[in-house]
C-alpha cells in the first residue's frame, strides 16, 4: 500500500493501478459518538483493508450528502450535485494519471447518490472501472434482532465505536425507537424523528460484538471485491504488494487526533453545550512536493495549523479538506484535485451546514497557494448571508501576476515543516534544489511541470527543523492576530 505520505515519485515508479478512496461523513450520532464517528472508522477500516496490498491509498474525504442531517450544531452536509462532482472530479484525475479501477468505500448512512454516481462512472463517462461498497452493511447483516434498527448511533455504530481505541464512546443514552418507519427522515429529517441525533438501541452495543462485526465487514468488503475485479476484468482482487515504499501511519497523523478542545471528536450535543461561536474550516491539498517530500505535505500543515488557530480562538475545529484545487501538478502523478466550481460547492455546503446549525462566525485556514477559487466563494458567501462572516487567512486575497518568483513550491520553508514535524516522511537523499526564476503566473500555462520537471521551485536544501517550529508558530500567531482584528473590524460595520 502506498499513500498520500508517499512521494509522487514513488506512486509512478509503483505503477499501481487501483486507487481506494474512503468516504467518511459528520453526521449526529447521538450524545455518546463524535460526529466524526464515520471519519475515525473509515481511516482505521482503509488502513487494514489496504495493508500490504498493490493500491494507493487516498486520503479520507471527510463530508458526505447527508442533508437530512442538517440543522444539527457541527454537522456538515454536502448537496447532492456537489457529492456527485466530488466522484466524478477524483475519477477523471486518477484515470488520467493511468489507474484502472477505484474503489469507494463509503461510511456513511445518507450517501444515496453515490451509487448512481459510481453507476454512471462505470456504464456512461467509461473513466475508470470503479466499485462502490458500504462495509456497514456486512455487519448489519450479522447483527442480531435486538441490535436493530441503526440508522446512526444505535447498538451496530456503538459497538464499533466500543471497538475501536481511537474512538471515544460517552455514557449511552437510553434506547430511541420511533414508529416512524425510516423513510419518514426522508420526508422530515432525521431532527424531526430523532431530536437526539440518533435511531436504535446504544444500550445493546458492546466491544466484543464490535471486534466481530468489524471483522465481518473486512471479511465482506474483500469478498464482494473479489467478485467485482472479476467481472470487471476476468482477474484477482486487490493483490498483495512487494518491495514498495510503504509507510505506516503514525497515531498521531490520524486527522484530529491532537486536537484540543471543541472538535469533531465531539459529539453533536457537546458542540452546541460549548456554544463556540466560531467555527474553523481548513483547506490545504494532495499534490506532488517533489521526489523528496509527501502527496500529503500541505495536508498535514493545515492539520497542525489549524487545530492550534483553533485552540486559540476557543473556536470548533472542523476536519481538514485534503483535496481543493491543484490543477497545477496534475502531471505528477498522485496529485488529487476537484474542478474549481466542485471547490465552490464544497465550500458553500459547509458554510450552509454551520450556519443551519447555528454559526454565524467562520474562519477558513488555507494553507495552499492554488485554491484561487475562495476568493470569489467568500465574496458571494458574505453578500448572500449578511448576518454571517466567513474570513480567510493565507495567501487567498494575494495576487500572483507577472513578476518572477523565487521560491514558490516544495522549497526551504516547506522542507523545514516537514523536518520539523513529520521527519519519517522526509527522503533526504532526494532532496534537490531548483528556481525556474519565472513567474508564478506559469502554473496557469503550462503547471509546475512545464517550469520545473522534477516539481521543486525553491532551495529545500537549507531547509531545518527549527525554522519549521517557528514558521508553524508565525503561522499561527498571524492568523489569530489577523482574524480577531478582523471580527472584530465587521462588528463595527
Request: charged residues 20%; aromatic residues 10%; glycine residues 10%.
Amino acid at each position: 500500500m502506498l499513500s498520500t505520505f508517499n512521494t509522487s515519485v514513488e506512486i509512478d515508479e509503483s505503477r499501481f493501478d487501483t486507487a481506494v478512496l474512503p468516504l467518511g461523513s459528520m453526521e449526529p450520532k447521538g450524545p455518546h459518538l463524535p460526529l466524526g464517528f464515520d471519519i475515525m472508522l473509515a481511516s482505521r477500516f482503509a488502513f487494514d483493508l489496504c495493508r500490504s496490498k498493490s493500491v494507493y491509498l487516498l486520503p479520507v474525504f471527510p463530508f458526505s450528502a447527508a442533508v437530512e442531517c442538517r440543522g444539527f450544531t457541527g454537522s456538515i452536509a454536502l448537496g447532492q450535485q456537489t457529492m456527485w462532482n466530488v466522484l466524478c472530479d477524483l475519477a477523471g484525475v486518477l484515470s488520467k494519471q493511468g489507474f484502472r479501477r477505484l474503489v469507494v468505500l463509503d461510511f456513511s448512512n445518507f450517501n444515496w447518490i453515490v451509487k448512481q454516481a459510481v453507476r454512471e462512472i462505470n456504464m456512461d463517462a467509461g473513466l475508470i472501472q470503479a466499485v462502490w461498497v458500504n462495509p456497514k452493511e456486512f455487519a448489519r447483516r450479522e447483527c442480531s434482532a435486538q441490535m436493530l434498527p441503526d440508522h446512526g448511533g444505535g447498538a451496530l455504530e456503538t459497538s464499533l465505536g466500543l471497538a475501536l481505541e481511537q474512538v471515544p464512546v460517552g455514557s449511552l443514552p437510553e434506547d430511541h425507537l420511533p414508529e416512524r418507519p425510516r423513510e419518514y427522515i426522508d420526508y422530515a429529517g432525521y431532527k424531526a424523528l430523532a431530536p437526539g441525533g440518533y435511531w436504535g438501541r446504544p444500550s445493546h452495543g458492546d466491544a466484543e460484538t464490535g471486534k466481530r462485526l468489524y471483522r465481518r465487514m473486512l471479511e465482506g468488503t474483500r469478498d464482494f471485491l473479489d467478485y467485482a475485479f472479476e467481472l470487471f476484468s476476468k482477474g484477482s482482487s486487490l493483490a498483495s504488494s512487494e518491495g514498495d515504499r510503504e509507510i505506516d501511519w503514525p497515531e498521531e497523523i490520524i486527522p484530529g487526533k491532537l486536537g484540543g478542545g471543541v472538535d469533531w471528536y465531539g459529539s453533536w450535543r457537546s458542540v452546541a453545550e460549548s456554544d463556540p461561536g466560531l467555527a474553523v474550516i481548513a483547506t490545504s491539498a494532495t499534490e506532488q512536493h517533489s521526489p523528496s517530500m509527501p502527496l500529503a505535505t500541505d495536508h498535514l500543515q493545515a492539520l497542525e495549523i489549524s487545530r492550534r488557530v483553533a485552540g486559540r480562538l476557543d473556536a470548533y475545529l472542523l476536519p481538514t479538506l485534503p483535496v481543493v484545487s491543484s490543477w497545477g501538478h496534475i502531471r505528477f502523478r498522485g496529485t488529487l484535485t476537484f474542478r474549481a466550481m466542485t471547490v465552490r460547492r464544497i465550500l458553500s455546503d459547509v458554510f450552509e451546514s454551520l450556519y443551519e446549525g447555528g454559526f454565524r462566525r467562520m474562519l477558513l485556514v488555507n494553507v495552499h497557494g492554488g485554491n484561487w477559487v475562495i476568493k470569489p466563494t467568500i465574496i458571494e458567501l458574505n453578500r448572500r448571508y449578511p448576518d454571517a462572516r466567513l474570513v480567510t487567512t493565507g495567501d487567498s486575497f494575494a495576487y500572483r501576476g507577472q513578476q518572477p518568483v523565487e521560491q514558490l513550491h516544495a522549497s526551504e520553508g516547506e522542507a523545514s515543516f516537514i523536518k520539523a514535524f513529520y521527519p519519517h516522511c522526509l527522503r533526504e537523499q532526494a532532496l534537490i534544489d531548483y528556481s525556474p526564476q519565472c513567474p508564478a503566473s506559469a502554473f496557469d500555462l503550462v503547471g509546475i511541470g512545464g517550469v520545473s520537471p522534477r516539481g521543486v521551485w525553491g532551495f529545500p536544501s537549507r531547509s531545518t527543523r527549527e525554522q519549521g517550529l517557528a514558521r508553524v508558530e508565525t503561522c499561527v500567531e498571524e492568523a489569530v492576530v489577523y482574524a480577531s482584528k478582523v471580527f472584530e473590524d465587521l462588528e463595527q460595520l
